[in-house]
DNA sequence: TATGAATGAGCCTTCATTCAT
DNA sequence: GATGAATGAAGGCTCATTCAT
C-alpha cells in the first residue's frame, strides 16, 4: 500500500495521531485532570517519554486534539453545505451533520461535550480561532438566508448564532450526560425546525 | 437553645457561606483547579484548616457552591414567574431574570459559566438534581402555553427545553468569554422572541 | 532556659538549621547530585515536603548552606585576628583558623573542599560575595603588613592573596580528598612560613 | 592490516578526540550536569547513539577528557622544563606554562577550573593518577631544588607542592570566574617570585 | 473552634542509554 | 559503523488533608 515504510530520518508521521486517539480514549473514560499521561502512553501501546517527542507537554496534547478536531470537523461543515443551494436546508444540513458526527463518535463526544468546557484552557486560550470559525459558518449561512428572503430581515446574527450553537451543544451535552440512552441524530429534525421557525420570515 | 444562639456544639453558621463566598471569587481569578485551598481560606480570612471543618474536601466547596446557588436561582425564578400569568411571558421573564442574575454577579457568572462545565463533577454528579430542577421549571412553563394554545401542540417538549437553555447559557458564556464587553441584558428580547417564535402556534 | 517554646504563630525557627545540618551530612555522604531531597528530610527526621516550607528548592539549601558557612567562618577569623596586633601572627592564625575550622568539622570539609566547587553554581553565584569577604580579609591583613614594613612594598596584594587562600585551600582539599589519613592542622605552620617569607620585607 | 587503514574492525580513529573537543566546548558553555549528551553530538556532528561507540556513559567523557588533557599537560610541562638546568628557573617556567596554556584555552580553562571540581567524581576517582603525576614533577622540581642548595633543605616538600599548585589554580580560578578580564600570565612572574621567595634558601 | 505547620502521596517531565534499521 | 526514535527509571516539587496545640 502506501505509506507503509517510514524512513529512518523521519519521526513516525503517526505517532501524533496515535497518542491524541488514545488521549481521547483516556480522557473520555476518566477525565483531562484525572488522567495519567502514563495512561495515554499505556492506551497508545508507547512509552511516557515517547510522547514528549511529540507534544511539549499534557496540555499540549489537549488543546491540539481540540484544535485538530476543531478543524476538521468545521471543515466537513463547509463541504457539506456547499453541496445545498437553499439556505434554511443548510442549517438543517449543519444540525443534522452536529449530531451525526458526535453520535459516531462517542469518546470524542464526551471529550468535546464534557472535557474541553474549561474555558481558560480552550474557548479563551488557543483554541478559540476554531470555536469562531464554526460560528463563522454558521452565521454566513444565518446572512444568506436573510439575503434570499428566507430569514427575517431584522434578525440579530450574532445572538442568532449563538443561539442555534448553544442548542445544539446543550442537546448533545445532555446526551453524553445521559449516557447516550437515545438517539442523538433523532434530535435534528425538531432543533432544526423550532429554530428555523423562530428566524424564518413570516411564518415559514 | 436553639435558634440564634451559637452553643459550643454548633459550628459558626456563617462560615461556610463565607468560605463559600470566598471560593467564588478565588475560582472567578483563576479557575477550579488553578486555586488552592489556601487561596480560599486566605481570601475568607481563615486558616485553612478551618474550611475542612465545615467542607469534607475541595470538591465539596464547589460541589456546595453550585447546589445552592443554584437552588438559589430556581427559587428566583418560580418565585418571579409565579406573577405572570401568560404562559410567554414567563419565558421572558426567565430569559430576563437569566441574564440580569448573571450579568449582576461578574464572579459568579464566570464560574458557573466557565468552571463548572466539568461535567464528570457537576452535571454528571451530586448536582444533577438541582440542574434539572432548572429544567423541569422550564418545561412546565412551555407546557402551560401548550395547554393555553400558545405554543404548538406538537413540539417536543424536551427538546424545546435544552434549546432554550442550551441558547441562553451560550449567550451567557460568549459574554463570559468576550470578557462581558456589552450588555448581557440587552440579548434577553431577541432570544426570547426567536424562541417563542420558534415554538409558538401558527406564526405568533 | 530561653527559646524552648515555640509559639504556634511561628514557624519553627530551627528548621531550616536542622535541615542544613542535615543537608551538610547528607551531601558529605553522596555528594549534591547523587542526595535526593528526601534523603535530607529523612536524616532531618522530617517530611519532605517539609523542606519546601523553608527552603525554595534544592538548590536554595545548598547555596544557603555555603552562605551561613562562609559568613559564619568570616567572622570567626575576624573576631579571632582583631585579638593580634602583628600583622604576620594575624596571617599565621588566619592559617591555623582555616585549617582547624575543616578539621574539625569532616563532613563541612567535605561538602565544602569537594560539593561547593561547580563555580556556576557558587563563585559565580549568590555566593560570590560571601567570598569575597573573605578574600577581603586577607588583603587588608596584607595591607597592614606592608604599612608596618613586615611585608615588602611592592608585593602585588591581589595575587598575593589568592595564592595564600590558593595554597590553604589545596592544602585542604588534597587532606579531604586523602581520606584525612593525617592532621591537617600540622600543615598550617609551614604553609604560614613559607608563605611569609615569600612575601616579606627583606628575608623576614 | 593496521597502520593507516581504517578496517571494519576499527573505530574511526579520530571520533574520540572529536567528541572530547565538542565536549570541552559545550561543558564550557553550560556546565557538566547542565549538558545533554545530544548538546554534545550536535556540536560534533554526529548522532548521540554514535557517542556511545567510543564512550561507555557521560561520565567516561568527562573523565576520559581530563585524563588526555592532563596527560598532555605533564608531557609539556616535562618536555619544556627538561630544556632548564636551574632548578627555580623551571618552577618559573611551571608556572608560566601553566598560565599560558589557560590563557591560550579559554574553554578548556572554564572546563577544567570550573566544571571538572566534582571531587567525587575526579581528583578523587580514576584521575587521581594523572593529578599527582603533576604533583610529582613539581615536586621533584623542588627536590632538585634543595639538592642545588636553592631551595631550603627543611622545606616540607609535599607541603609546598601542593602550596604552589593550590596558588596557580587559584589565580587561574579566579581568572575564570572573573570573565578573563585580564591577562593570567601576566600573574605568571609574581606568583614564581612569591613562591620561590617562600622555599628559597637565604633570601634567594 | 481555630490554627497552620507538617505530612507524603502523586505526577509531569527529563535525559542517559539502547537497539532496530 | 552510524543513526535517532524509543525507552522508562528517577526525582523535584505541589498541595489536599491532617492533627497537635
Known sequence: MNGGSVSKFMRDPDKPQQIIDAA????ARGGYYNSRVSDIAREAGIA????Y???KTKDEI????FREKM????????REIAAERDPLAKIRKIVALHFKVLEESPDLAEVVQVELRQGHKFFRGASAHEVSAYFDVIQSVLEEGVAAGRIRRDLPLKVATKMLFGAMDQLATSWVLGKRGYR???AAEPVATIFLQGVGAHGV
Open 24 to 27: 481521547i480514549r483516556v480522557f
Open 48 to 51: 511516557s517519554g515517547t510522547i
Open 53 to 55: 517527542l511529540y507534544f
Open 62 to 65: 489537549l488543546v491540539t486534539l
Open 71 to 78: 478543524a476538521e470537523w468545521v471543515a466537513l461543515v463547509r
Open 184 to 186: 442523538l441524530t433523532e
